[in-house]
């Protein structure tokens, strides 16, 4: 009976050891220059980043109209009134089934560049903070009569001269991707372009915490601001988007699908 006692203990140990190593190879791994990080329990995945596509009748959607998704994390999908197809930061969620015409990567770290989950189309065009900055000066791109523009992003975790934001201009709508940030001064001149949609990163771990982000969302005195990459690790973090103060805050879940208005 013993023997039978410590035979069951040992699969009981096997079995965990085996559920937990799958759970860890959900997320990307941390930035490098972060150590010793302990997740706390306001941090809830909630599967949302498995998430996959919705039917767009289901949401009520008109196709007509510029639609955006928050895919999780930093990852957004973007069709604008004409079906351009365009994503930014691709990692999180499913929704990946419509090839690209353009895809947009802030920066090289593995939780914003899984390009390898987008198909791009044979005249697609992919822009990543190597094109976006070059010699010192932020580019600014025309493709299928889209307007991108690159901005500073950039904090002790992400370097100046290896990360951007972009700003896109489409269907009478600035969308301002801020990538990964902190509050910086630069973020002042867009206070005067009038940003439609500016999309913050506050996980308070690699970026700037809700409260940083709450200053900066008043410096770039969009019209709607949406928290992003609000856990650490593609989680989805309630205590932090709640911490967020901007008035004008636009809460979306990972998977959810709204149209963009101007």
Same mark, same amino acid.
């Given at each position: 009976?013993?023997?039978?006692?410590?035979?069951? +203990?040992?699969?009981?140990?096997?079995?965990?050891?085996?559920?937990?190593?799958? /759970?860890?190879? =959900?997320?990307?791994?941390?930035?490098?220059?972060?150590?010793?990080?302990?997740? @706390?329990?306001?941090?809830?995945?909630?599967?949302?980043? *498995?998430?996959?596509? @919705?039917?767009?009748?289901?949401?009520? +959607?008109?196709?007509?109209?510029?639609?955006?998704?928050?895919?999780? &994390?930093?990852?957004?999908?973007?069709?604008?009134?004409?079906?351009?197809?365009?994503?930014?930061?691709?990692?999180?969620?499913?929704?990946?089934?419509?090839?690209? @015409?353009? $895809?947009?990567?802030? %920066?090289?770290?593995?939780? &914003? *560049?899984?390009?390898?989950?987008?198909?791009?189309?044979?005249?697609?065009?992919?822009?990543? &903070?190597?094109?976006?900055?070059?010699?010192?000066?932020?580019?600014?791109?025309?493709?299928?009569?889209?307007?991108?523009?690159?901005t500073p992003a950039y904090n002790k975790n992400h370097p100046?001269?290896? /990360?951007?934001?972009?700003?896109?201009?489409?269907?009478?709508?600035? $969308?301002?991707?801020?990538?990964?940030?902190?509050?910086?001064?630069?973020?002042?001149?867009?206070?005067?372009?009038?940003?439609?949609?500016?999309? $913050?990163? +506050? *996980?308070?771990?690699? #970026?700037?915490?809700?409260?940083?982000?709450?200053?900066?969302?008043?410096?770039?005195?969009?019209?709607?601001?949406?928290?992003? %990459?609000?856990?650490?690790?593609?989680?989805?973090?309630?205590? #932090?988007?709640?911490?967020?103060?901007?008035?004008? =805050?636009?809460?979306?879940?990972?998977? @959810?699908?709204?149209? $963009?208005?101007?």
């Amino acid at each position: 009976m013993k023997t039978k006692g410590i035979f069951f +203990m040992m699969l009981i140990v096997f079995a965990q050891a085996v559920f937990w190593q799958g /759970c860890s190879g =959900k997320y990307a791994e941390p930035d490098s220059s972060i150590k010793n990080f302990k997740s @706390d329990e306001s941090n809830k995945n909630e599967n949302f980043l *498995d998430k996959g596509e @919705d039917d767009m009748s289901m949401n009520g +959607m008109d196709e007509k109209k510029p639609i955006l998704t928050y895919l999780g &994390h930093a990852s957004v999908k973007l069709k604008t009134s004409n079906g351009t197809v365009i994503y930014i930061d691709p990692f999180a969620g499913t929704d990946y089934s419509e090839p690209a @015409d353009i $895809l947009l990567v802030t %920066h090289s770290h593995s939780d &914003h *560049d899984a390009v390898d989950k987008v198909t791009l189309k044979d005249n697609g065009t992919l822009i990543t &903070h190597k094109e976006a900055l070059k010699d010192g000066k932020y580019q600014s791109f025309n493709v299928h009569n889209i307007k991108i523009s690159a901005t500073p992003a950039y904090n002790k975790n992400h370097p100046k001269d290896s /990360c951007v934001g972009f700003i896109l201009e489409f269907d009478g709508i600035k $969308l301002y991707h801020a990538g990964d940030t902190s509050n910086i001064p630069e973020m002042e001149e867009l206070s005067g372009q009038n940003i439609t949609y500016a999309m $913050l990163p +506050m *996980d308070g771990v690699y #970026n700037m915490g809700p409260n940083e982000a709450s200053e900066a969302a008043k410096r770039i005195n969009a019209k709607h601001n949406i928290p992003i %990459h609000t856990g650490p690790n593609g989680i989805y973090s309630e205590k #932090n988007i709640s911490n967020f103060k901007a008035e004008n =805050k636009l809460v979306l879940k990972p998977g @959810d699908k709204i149209e $963009l208005e101007k």
